[in-house]
């Protein structure tokens, strides 16, 4: 054995293919032990480092080789067996065949001889083996296995080349951690250069279905994210001030904890629109939440694709809405980490639980970064130092995708722990969460900390523009022609829906884009979500393959004709989400179990082989197969199971209450109309009766009606029973249901025509007294004790009332709407005429409500149909006394009606319950449709009292007690007075404490919130 050429072979091997921790291990040991053999006469080190810099190249193995014959190696050099054992590991990690491994030891391998020698190429066998390990990815990316060295031709395939400035600060974030980074400031650009490449070649494409392959030839290539994406709006969620919170109590020297603070920050500072290209700006912790499509994903693809453009200096397209940079920063490295991939990485670690000793964090959030990153990233193992030191130095944005499709009720506290405890661990960072909402609603994950963001349906004039950036890729040359035509197309189907007060059925950035791939394909628009989704998945099915071009047709035609791929698929599809959230991605040997039953051998063999090299419906990442997106899963499981008919309630009974199920039980309802009428109305008598009286009885219900109205045309009687149905579980007082089901429960019951409310009474209620209920005379006990509440509470007092008519619920956005139109009002804020029917109005001020007041009263003394009770009171007053009208409460007459003679606490008792209101800890964190939570009531019927939103009283903000004398009271309630009035009752941003009846606030009377509405009275009100 040649001692020169082992140890020579070895280095260079284990500098070509730097992989795993013993690899690295190892290098260092022989590198040390060579290291100490520099003397004068040699130049060991620079012969070291001019490896490094370029291990490939033969005139830098000569020179090693060089100065290891200047020394002499005798038999037992401890460095011999070093440079052995890493031989051996190199040759056990597969680096290293054993046709090469031999002939290093032996000296005369190709690895220590002239042509084709080791890096002088193609004939070496490191650099062939290395060749063999590429393989392609759907995309037709190349996708090199962790361990390989990546030469540097394929680094810089994409072409990136970090800017000089942005260089240095990156740089900067990788020294500052303590301890010596591994990697000089070459090497680190190099590492840069090569992962910034990999981002925008994986997430800097836009994908239109069936855009590559289709017959219809007059569009030109799908350029990159840059080019299609529009800047998305999100809704600023409420979110404490601590800051304000502590303030607040030194003024007050409450006795409540710091969780009941002061709101009207809070409240009038947020809960605006912010757009989705500032969200680093905003707070280094985000979550951003929306329904299924809405462009969640994206975000986080076109922030990475924007910060790799601005590292590198890279133009984008002039339309392309810029990315803004947190305050002190002009670089961060995004790590976008899918966390469908968690659940599949734990079962991972369970099944080597010895491996816990040596890797403490295994199984944590934080090693699955660094695992999923080895799993995708090609150049990881050789980086993993780049990556953890620029973590800790905080000069990452790490996005976290998908919480929903991990989280279960169960784990909620464990991820939201651990997702604390990485920006804990690693401090600086930016972390943006994704989730879905029903899930991360059902869940509520998070607190505080975390600022929610809302994904907004799209605007008009966002789906005109999204439109417009398509027709610009695909139809070059009349643009305008084509976005009209799908504008005006989209727009009709909209318009069909808002007719029947239902949401559109495209204001999605995933519809938008279906749209445009359907009527790329040259086909009709379909005018309902399933329709759609089933013309969908027909284009990218047909569209896998040119059919004038038969080797492709014969590669891709893996399951035969597209109709029967659409079947197999779908049986796979239901069975991948009967797994649960864990079963959106799945390996090889899950996807032979579930369709070996449905394929021969060879065509599912075909089948994988396809899927790996092109995709489709069906994909293959980091060895997990999965859906294109989600919802097409969604999709193809009702498909299969709307086709298997009665025989689909058994599998589909457990997941009635469950968000993971949601869309599929929306959809099959869409499927089976078009496909089998009949078993339609089957399954929605199923969903509404079949559940007994329980939480799933409501959810069914609920589920029932929302299916109902994803129709185009809805059957009116199928409606009105389906209407009756939910609202006769949702009112009753007895059934325990959680807020999140309510409030959806309260939503759809609306779009389907509540029946509690006459729209020929301007959406007042359907009761004897159109909704109004007597308080009668007497006295009650005001504001709080001495030990408890605010000083504004105190003094506690006797106070009498005289008798006053209430109105169940606050003013909804229906009837202030009624009164906008027929009055020709201008309110201050118009965005108050936006929201659900039956939701509380808000964003009214004082004069706006007390404006719905005075023409209230003037509406109920001219119709006809009035209540003779009120009709009398408010034409002719009472035993002589003035007109009555219709007002806002005095704070005297909404305590009272709030709490009854008692004195208790809350409306339903003395302790605060979240399921009896809407307020914070309910976690709904928006309004919801009035009279969801009956059980909440207060003794005299009242509705929503605590919690929903906030309401204003006629009352001036004054001290305790409260005038007794006409005089006093007089002056409190002053109509003329531009002082603050003072609103009652909390909301749904309120914490337990400032939902008590006792609890007042005050504003000007022009102020107003997302969380401030109304209620009226029917009062003498003599002083008005």
Not at 182 to 206: I, M
Not at 379 to 399: N, P, V
Not at 601 to 615: D, F, N, Y
Request: one cysteine or more; proline letters at 5%.
């Amino acid at each position: 054995m040649d001692p020169v050429t082992l140890i020579l072979g070895a280095f260079m091997a284990a500098a070509a293919v730097v992989g795993s921790e013993m690899v690295k291990d190892g290098y260092e040991a022989l590198k040390a032990k060579l290291m100490e053999r520099d003397t004068e006469e040699s130049d060991i080190e620079g012969a070291i480092a001019g490896v490094e810099k370029k291990p490939q190249s033969a005139s830098r193995r000569e020179v090693l080789r060089e100065e290891l014959e200047a020394f002499s190696f005798k038999e037992g050099d401890p460095i011999i067996p070093l440079a052995q054992e890493l031989l051996e590991i190199l040759r056990k990690e597969r680096h290293l065949s054993q046709e090469t491994y031999q002939a290093i030891l032996k000296g005369s391998g190709a690895i220590v001889q002239g042509e084709g020698a080791m890096g002088g190429g193609e004939k070496s066998a490191v650099v062939r083996e290395m060749k063999d390990s590429v393989q392609t990815t759907g995309d037709h990316s190349p996708a090199i296995q962790a361990g390989t060295y990546i030469n540097e031709q394929h680094v810089h395939s994409p072409g990136v080349a970090v800017a000089g400035n942005v260089f240095v600060e990156i740089y900067n974030f990788y020294q500052s951690p303590s301890g010596e980074g591994r990697l000089t400031e070459d090497n680190f650009k190099q590492r840069l250069n090569r992962y910034l490449s990999w981002v925008n070649d994986r997430y800097g494409k836009a994908r239109l279905w069936g855009a590559e392959h289709t017959s219809n030839r007059q569009g030109q290539p799908v350029k990159t994210l840059p080019n299609i994406f529009i800047s998305l709006s999100l809704r600023q969620a409420p979110r404490r001030n601590s800051e304000t919170a502590t303030t607040h109590l030194k003024l007050t020297k409450g006795h409540l904890s710091s969780s009941q603070f002061d709101e009207s920050e809070m409240r009038h500072g947020e809960g605006s629109l912010v757009d989705s290209c500032d969200v680093l700006t905003l707070h280094d912790q985000v979550a951003i939440i929306g329904g299924p499509g809405s462009g969640k994903s994206t975000i986080l693809s076109y922030l990475a694709a924007g910060l790799v453009a601005s590292a590198t200096g890279e133009k984008l397209p002039t339309d392309a809405p810029p990315i803004r940079f947190p305050e002190g920063k002009h670089a961060l490295i995004p790590l976008i980490i899918p966390l469908r991939y968690f659940r599949n990485y734990q079962r991972l670690c369970d099944v080597t639980p010895s491996e816990q000793l040596l890797t403490p964090d295994l199984g944590t959030l934080s090693h699955f970064i660094f695992w999923h990153l080895k799993k995708h990233f090609p150049g990881f193992s050789e980086s993993e130092d780049f990556f953890a030191r620029l973590l800790r130095g905080g000069g990452c944005l790490l996005m976290l995708d998908g919480l929903d499709e991990v989280v279960s009720r169960e784990q909620k506290g464990i991820i939201r722990q651990q997702i604390e405890e990485l920006y804990s661990d690693f401090p600086g960072n930016q972390i943006l969460v994704t989730a879905r909402e029903v899930g991360y609603r059902e869940n509520a994950v998070f607190g505080e900390d975390v600022l929610r963001l809302d994904v907004q349906p799209l605007n008009n004039e966002q789906l005109s523009a999204l439109v417009c950036k398509w027709c610009g890729q695909l139809y070059p040359g009349e643009v305008e022609a084509r976005s009209r035509e799908l504008c005006d197309a989209i727009q009709h189907i909209n318009s069909l829906r808002a007719h029947r007060d239902l949401l559109p059925l495209v204001n999605s950035p995933l519809l938008t884009t279906m749209v445009v791939s359907v009527k790329w394909g040259d086909t009709e628009l379909p005018r309902e979500r399933a329709k759609l989704y089933e013309a969908c998945v027909k284009v990218i099915l047909q569209a896998q393959y040119v059919r004038e071009d038969e080797a492709r047709k014969e590669l891709v035609e893996w399951g035969g004709p597209w109709e029967a791929q659409r079947n197999w698929l779908a049986k796979l599809a239901v069975e991948m989400h009967s797994g649960g959230r864990a079963g959106a991605a799945v390996a090889e040997e899950r996807v032979k179990e579930i369709l070996g039953t449905e394929l021969s051998e060879e065509v599912l063999t075909q089948l994988l082989v396809s899927v790996r090299l092109r995709g489709g419906l069906l994909e293959e990442k980091a060895e997990l197969f999965q859906f294109l997106h989600l919802t097409f899963q969604e999709f193809l499981a009702a498909r299969w199971l709307a086709k298997e008919r009665e025989h689909a309630f058994s599998v589909l009974q457990p997941y009635v209450n469950d968000p993971w199920w949601r869309e599929v039980f929306l959809l099959i309802y869409g499927i089976a109309q078009v496909d089998y009428s009949p078993f339609a109305k089957k399954f929605l008598k199923w969903l509404s009766t079949e559940f007994g009286k329980g939480e799933n009885a409501l959810a069914g219900s609920e589920l029932a009606g929302s299916a109902l109205l994803e129709l185009e045309q809805p059957d009116e009687k199928l409606k009105q029973e389906q209407a009756k149905l939910l609202l006769h579980l949702l009112t009753n007082p007895s059934m325990v249901a959680s807020g999140t089901l309510r409030v959806r429960a309260g939503d759809t019951l609306s779009r389907l025509h509540d029946p509690r409310f006459r729209e020929d009474a301007w959406f007042l209620p359907k009761e004897n007294l159109l909704g109004f209920v007597e308080i009668p005379e007497g006295s009650f006990t005001m504001g709080s004790n001495e030990n408890e509440g605010y000083d504004r509470e105190h003094p506690q007092h006797k106070i009498n009332v005289s008798t006053f008519y209430m109105s169940r619920y606050p003013v909804t956005v229906a009837r202030f709407k009624a009164f906008v139109d027929q009055a020709q009002y201008v309110p201050r804020d118009p965005e108050c005429l936006k929201g659900v029917a039956t939701h509380p109005v808000v964003r009214v001020t004082w004069n706006d409500a007390m404006a719905y007041c005075t023409w209230l009263t003037r509406r109920l003394r001219e119709w006809a149909e009035t209540p003779e009770s009120l009709a009398t009171l408010l034409r002719n007053g009472q035993g002589g006394s003035p007109r009555w009208i219709v007002t806002l409460p005095s704070e005297p007459e909404w305590e009272k009606a709030a709490r009854g003679t008692d004195g208790r606490n809350f409306p339903w008792g003395e302790e605060p319950d979240p399921t009896k209101a809407n307020y914070r800890e309910t976690g709904i964190n928006t309004t919801s449709a009035v009279g969801c939570f009956p059980s909440g009531v207060s003794p005299y019927g009242m509705e929503d009292m605590s919690g929903n939103v906030w309401e204003w009283t006629r009352s001036l903000h004054g001290n305790y007690p409260y005038p007794s004398d006409d005089e006093g009271r007089r002056q409190r309630e002053d109509p003329k007075s531009e002082n603050t009035r003072v609103f009652r009752g909390g909301s749904f941003v309120s914490p337990e404490g400032n939902v008590r009846c006792a609890y007042r606030f005050h504003d000007p009377p022009g102020g107003r919130s997302l969380d401030l509405g109304f209620r009226v009275v029917v009062s003498p009100c003599s002083g008005l």
